[in-house]
């Protein structure tokens, strides 16, 4: 492998990740570390897009929704934590970037210690939005990796603080802000009036709430149907985000009494897209948000459900932005205090364009280093024995972060075997989506019976 140093060879990245939006942060998170704001970099880059095989990996729909990320997904190909610790091992990468769940980054973490590289990789992970749950455990489960990002001041003074805490090294958290966040400032246009509710898949999580939702966004439409109501989805029935969708907005929308107005309409694509023409962003808590706000389009966070931990809108408390569908109905439009936005990574002051220079520094001096450090996550087989071994063995590693037995056997990826075997495992994927959507929620009913 070249020394790190060495601008005439590319500087080699890999992303792994396990989820659509996953997908867009890490790839889009590659791209900010490896280029100044002017969208310039000293040396070629050469980013290659890995998917962690699992229940939410993204369809190809799912990738050309996410919009372009700067890679090109007809070379992004799907891997096992395995087949992706064997890749680290055989290509040389400079960057890993980890953009998956907690204890997918914990699995990672160990099975690269484990591999022993002469010359390892710097690690990088964050969280893909708002951070509202699981805080500790989140952060504890990304610990070892070299630069865990924070998304704004506020997560940055939060993420220290949990670290030291419970003793750990904090030196890894660095600020930076959503890579995502970008676009154009909303401009009010003549004979415009557009509203998008941003839906999440798991907020709020009842048959209930989401109706309920639903049913207040359809009446707003036939208050003002002059105005265009747009219910922005995530994802298509049978397809799976970052968050399991046991009841998809379509679904209930078909249940609609008399059907939904003329001016009502579900609509898929890039959230940026969908932004462009948005007068009035809803949500309960999307990381959506974060988006409208850094275009400056008003924004409200819904207070119908209450203000609740469970749905995550607590973390718009102070922003100025918690309102009712009663008050929207009746021509309301939050102000965004500008304290608040000052500590969320917003950046619609102007100061986005230098939001990674700290991470991108950080970085590059890893880069540079003669030699890395082994990688130390907080957990070991020593201080979590009762939590650690499982989350390994997920992903078929064992306590010291080596494969399992088996586990590290070359896959066929042709002949009638390998066909087999991937039809089996779409079968299997697409049971366990029809046990997510369907039956779960019968069983459940019946339960409360």
Not at 112 to 130: D, E, F, I, Q, S
């Amino acid at each position: 492998m070249p020394p790190r140093t060495d601008r005439t060879t590319a500087l080699r990245v890999a992303v792994l990740a396990d989820s659509d939006t996953r997908w867009k942060w890490g790839a889009l998170t590659a791209r900010r570390l490896t280029t100044g704001a002017s969208g310039e970099t000293a040396q070629r880059v050469e980013i290659t897009g890995l998917l962690l095989r699992g229940r939410a990996t993204p369809t190809p729909r799912q990738l050309a929704e996410v919009g372009d990320v700067g890679v090109d997904t007809d070379r992004v190909r799907e891997v096992t934590a395995v087949e992706f610790l064997h890749t680290v091992r055989d290509e040389g990468y400079d960057v890993v970037v980890l953009a998956l769940v907690g204890g997918a980054v914990q699995a990672m973490l160990h099975g690269l210690a484990a591999l022993r590289l002469p010359a390892r990789p710097v690690v990088v992970t964050g969280y893909v939005g708002v951070v509202y749950e699981k805080l500790a455990d989140g952060l504890l489960l990304r610990h070892g990796a070299d630069v865990v990002l924070a998304n704004s001041r506020h997560d940055a003074e939060r993420f220290r603080a949990v670290y030291e805490g419970v003793g750990a090294d904090a030196s890894a958290v660095t600020e930076a802000a959503l890579p995502f966040l970008g676009g154009a400032p909303h401009r009010p246009q003549e004979g415009r009036d557009t509203v998008v509710f941003a839906a999440q898949p798991s907020v709020p999580a009842s048959r209930a709430d989401r109706t309920y939702l639903l049913r207040r966004l359809v009446e707003h439409a036939r208050l003002h149907p002059d105005r265009e109501v747009l219910l922005k989805l995530r994802s298509k029935p049978g397809e799976h985000t970052t968050h399991i969708e046991e009841l998809p907005y379509q679904r209930l929308a078909e249940k609609l009494p008399g059907g939904p107005p003329p001016n009502f309409r579900l609509v898929y694509g890039h959230m940026g897209e969908v932004l462009d023409r948005a007068d009035l962003l809803v949500t309960v808590s999307s990381t959506a948000a974060l988006e409208s706000l850094h275009r400056r389009i008003p924004t409200a966070i819904l207070t119908d459900l209450g203000v609740r931990e469970a749905l995550g809108n607590h973390h718009f408390i102070g922003s100025g932005l918690l309102t009712s569908w009663d008050h929207l109905d009746g021509g309301f439009r939050p102000e965004p205090d500008p304290e608040w936005l000052a500590g969320q990574g917003v950046a619609a002051d102007g100061t986005y364009a230098t939001a990674y220079d700290n991470a991108r520094a950080r970085v590059d001096a890893l880069l540079a280093a003669a030699r890395l450090p082994d990688l130390a996550p907080y957990y070991t087989p020593a201080t979590a024995p009762g939590y650690l071994p499982g989350i390994l063995a997920r992903h078929h590693l064992a306590p010291d972060g080596r494969p399992l037995p088996g586990a590290d056997r070359p896959r066929e990826t042709g002949g009638v075997r390998g066909a087999v075997r991937d039809a089996v495992r779409e079968a299997a994927r697409g049971a366990y989506r029809q046990g997510v959507q369907r039956v779960a929620p019968v069983i459940r009913r019946m339960g409360e019976l």
